[in-house]
């Protein structure tokens, strides 16, 4: 009976050993996907030992390092490329607010980056802005040590401090100085003819129209009101001035208060009610030029290196969050397809790069570096996997007619990962090719004509995941995203971009495309 027993597991040893190479690196995969899967573990040590990952942050530049770090640990060859330099670098610490007298409360707000924080702790009165060189005039004397609630509607960027935005507000107080004339003749009209002609309405959209005169008046800060969740973004004037020193720095903070809390702070500056704001906001600057890089990991091929497969996510985020989702939920993938695919044995055919790309937030700066760095690559590209949309999982992919019957053989292994998880292979009509870029690093790359093609995500399992939630606010964090979907999509990642290597043929471009005159 022994004997029988070691005969089947010598044959079943044989058997396996004997799968085409390419069967046993994707079983391994499958198998060390389902068992030991990290993509979460990468991703709490991205978020929440790292933290939020603007280019030119400390934070930034550690999570480089370490991608680095572990993509040699998986056996990757490793290149930083430099995608580019800002003129200072930024680190954003705690940041605190309180409500002092009447009943008191601490305030929920957000800075963008890029944007002053406080002299320490700093505590003053609240005024609301003037809107005509008579107001301004009017409390001057008041300006000093005061929190100004400013006007508008906003979005997360900061208020604009540019020359262009300081001509634009000096057009909107001179016309606001006229409408003030015209209600004094209203006014004293309707007193001396007992008639009730309502006043005309000052122009309030556009916010600190005094912006420079309050700032030099020595005001503490800006305060606006901005929707829940708080989103923030970054001061684009500061970023992108390669003539902006630590010197000409903005030196007032700029602070978005949650949209509740700012009408009844407004509410009580109207009633004339005794109280004061207190902040501390540490927010620092770092002295430049800052470099900042993109990570590649690559998997050289054993029989076309000359050909590649990419997949990629960008490495930076916002920082009022921890990038937990855009795009921790993408780069943490491919970090983990990388690692799937370094310990099967694989040897793909084509070499595999694992991109992560810097600066997708500030412009689609890191993507568009490796391009212009990469010209005589991009017509051996046979697709580009980025992933820069949510935490949901993939369930099917959708691919022109030359392209389908490629990646029919090639998802057929993903059906063994877990029957829960649904997956199809569509056939797709021509797309356009963008003339610009926009919204993910992909189109940088589809401008190229370099195919894009990425996994049709559903969250299957009733998450009730929204990404517009999320979408750059306090609330882009570790805990919003998803570890099943994080799993089942860093095994498909893997799967795909490994079948993709090891065509015997680079995947046609035909039918990709529809180039419009």
Same mark, same amino acid.
């Given at each position: 009976m022994k004997r029988t027993i070691l005969l089947f597991a010598t044959m079943a040893c044989m058997t396996i050993s004997f799968l085409p190479a390419q069967e046993a690196a994707v079983n391994k995969i499958?198998?060390? @996907?389902? %068992? &030991?899967n990290r993509v979460m573990s990468h991703l709490d040590i991205l978020t929440n030992r790292f933290g939020g990952r603007p280019i030119g942050s400390d934070a930034y530049d550690n999570a480089t390092e370490w991608v680095a770090s572990k993509f040699k640990e998986w056996g990757l060859e490793v290149e930083l490329q430099e995608a580019g330099t800002l003129p200072v $670098?930024?680190?954003? @610490?705690?940041?605190? @607010? !309180?409500?002092? $007298?009447?009943? @008191?409360? /601490?305030?929920?707000? *957000?800075?963008p980056s890029y944007t002053s924080g406080t002299k320490g702790l700093q505590r003053g009165h609240v005024l609301l802005e003037p809107l005509t060189q008579d107001e301004f005039d009017r409390m001057r004397g008041q300006l000093k040590g005061a929190w100004i609630l400013v006007n508008g509607t906003n979005v997360g960027w900061p208020i604009a401090h540019s020359a262009s935005a300081d001509s634009s507000r000096a057009a909107i107080i001179a016309e606001n100085n006229e409408i003030a004339k015209k209600n004094r003749e209203i006014m004293t009209d309707n007193w001396v003819n007992k008639k009730n002609t309502p006043l005309l309405p000052l122009k309030e959209d556009v916010p600190a129209l005094f912006y420079k005169e309050m700032c030099e008046a020595g005001v503490l800060g800006f305060i606006q009101s901005a929707p829940v969740p708080l989103r923030a973004l970054y001061d684009k004037n500061v970023v992108f001035d390669q003539e902006m020193t630590i010197e000409k720095l903005p030196t007032v903070p700029d602070i978005k208060l949650d949209e509740h809390q700012y009408a009844t702070i407004k509410q009580m500056v109207k009633e004339r009610r005794s109280f004061m704001l207190e902040f501390d906001i540490r927010n620092h600057f770092r002295l430049g030029p800052v470099k900042y890089y993109n990570v590649i990991g690559s998997i050289k091929g054993n029989k076309y290196p000359g050909e590649y497969v990419m997949l990629s996510g960008h490495l930076d985020s916002f920082d009022v969050g921890t990038g937990g989702v855009d795009d921790g939920s993408g780069v943490t993938p491919v970090m983990e397809a990388a690692r799937l695919i370094a310990t099967s044995g694989a040897k793909p055919k084509r070499t595999m790069l694992f991109c992560a790309f810097a600066g997708e937030e500030f412009g689609l700066l890191g993507a568009t570096a490796w391009v212009k760095g990469n010209p005589k690559k991009l017509e051996k590209i046979s697709n580009l996997f980025n992933r820069d949309g949510g935490p949901t999982p993939p369930i099917g992919?959708? *691919?022109? !007619?030359?392209? #389908? /019957? &490629?990646? *029919? !053989?090639?998802? !057929?292994?993903?059906?063994?990962i877990d029957p829960e998880y649904p997956f199809e292979v569509k056939e797709a009509a021509p797309r356009k090719q963008p003339k610009t870029p926009g919204g993910t690093d992909a189109s940088v790359f589809a401008i190229e004509g370099v195919p894009t093609i990425g996994f049709m995500e559903k969250d299957i399992k009733g998450y009730n995941f929204? #990404?517009?939630?999320?979408?750059? %606010?306090?609330? &882009?964090?570790y805990t919003k995203s998803i570890p099943e979907y994080q799993k089942h999509a860093a095994t498909v990642m893997a799967i795909v971009g490994l079948g993709v290597a090891n065509l015997d043929h680079q995947l046609s471009r035909e039918g990709l495309y529809i180039k419009e005159e």
């Open positions: 499958i198998e060390t @996907g389902r %068992t &030991d $670098g930024f680190n954003r @610490g705690p940041w605190f @607010g !309180k409500l002092l $007298g009447e009943n @008191g409360m /601490d305030l929920h707000f *957000v800075t992919i959708s *691919v022109p !007619k030359a392209m #389908y /019957d &490629d990646f *029919v !053989k090639i998802c !057929k292994p993903i059906q063994k929204s #990404y517009d939630e999320i979408w750059h %606010t306090e609330r &882009d964090l």
